[in-house]
Every structure is written in structure tokens, then in C-alpha cells.
């Protein structure tokens, strides 16, 4: 498994799909990480304070949008 180190610049956009997935297009630098001995490899994303906000107020929105669609005994 190869491991990164994800670094967001910049959000750009969100959308959901009707299939339950939210997608992202971001600005971002991306970097090989070696992985650290005795602990399970995986990626690393990191942000600003103000691209997590960013980040929080878009999930709000694009789970609203699937509320939405839910049927309202679904609710």
C-alpha cells in the first residue's frame, strides 16, 4: 500500500450523486510518506482552519441536498 501525505489548497466545488457519494475538487499537494514503523501505513490529509470550515460548511450542504431527496416518511 502506498502511503501520502495530502495537503488541501484550496476547495473548489462539491456535488453528491444519487448513489449516496459526496465529491470534492480540491487544490492539493500530494507527496510520498513513508510509512512509520509499527503503526499501520495510511495517508495523511492535512488543511488550514479555514479550509476545514470550508470543508464543514460544504458537508452541510450536500448532506442537506440528500435529505432532500429522502422521501419524508424517511425523515
Excluded at 9 to 19: C, G, L, M, V
Excluded at 22 to 40: C, H, N, W, Y
Aim: hydrophobic share 40%; glycine share 6%; no cysteine.
Amino acid at each position: 500500500m502506498k502511503t501520502h501525505q495530502i495537503e488541501i489548497q484550496k476547495f473548489k466545488a462539491a456535488s453528491n450523486s444519487s448513489h449516496g457519494t459526496v465529491s470534492f475538487k480540491v487544490d492539493a499537494l500530494v507527496t510520498g510518506r513513508q510509512p512509520v514503523e509499527g503503526i499501520e501505513p495510511s495517508s495523511l490529509v492535512t488543511m488550514s482552519e479555514a479550509n476545514a470550515r470550508v470543508l464543514m460548511a460544504l458537508l452541510k450542504t450536500q448532506l442537506a441536498e440528500f435529505d432532500g431527496r429522502k422521501a419524508r416518511s424517511q425523515r
